[in-house]
Nanobody
């Protein structure tokens, strides 16, 4: 599956953005889908994930974004979204979407994803 993320931009603290990740080649619903982010010089960090429908479509969030971010999927558009609210300067990073087939317990680990889209930059000003 090929993935293309978009929707990043510059926003003031407290603002909102919605990231999109379009899947092509295969339906995203065959995979668990995840969002990660990475700042320069730092490791890629788990943000959110949604399990495939066969696994219940469950969502998982990093503690740092719980209650502010929401991940969802649109089967018709073959797209997953990351709705980001109450953004903070520390949310600034390049955001990536990715696909995985591992057990749900492994969804927070970047190495468990085998298909990555190009990232989209999110910058939150204070």
């Amino acid at each position: 599956v090929q993935l293309q993320a978009s929707g990043g931009g510059l926003v003031q603290a407290g603002g909102s953005l919605r990231l999109s990740c379009v899947a092509s080649g295969r339906t995203f619903n065959n995979y668990h889908m995840g969002w990660f982010r990475q700042e320069p010089g730092k490791e890629r960090e788990f943000v959110a994930a949604i399990s495939r429908s066969a696994s219940g479509g469950k969502t998982f969030y990093a503690d740092s974004v719980k209650g502010r971010f929401a991940m969802s999927g649109d089967k018709v558009k073959n797209t997953v979204y990351l709705e980001m609210n109450s953004l903070r300067p520390e949310d600034t990073a390049v955001y990536y979407c990715a696909a995985s087939s591992v057990a749900l317990s492994g969804l927070r680990v970047p190495d468990h994803y085998y298909s990555w889209g190009r990232g989209t930059q999110v910058t939150v000003s204070s």
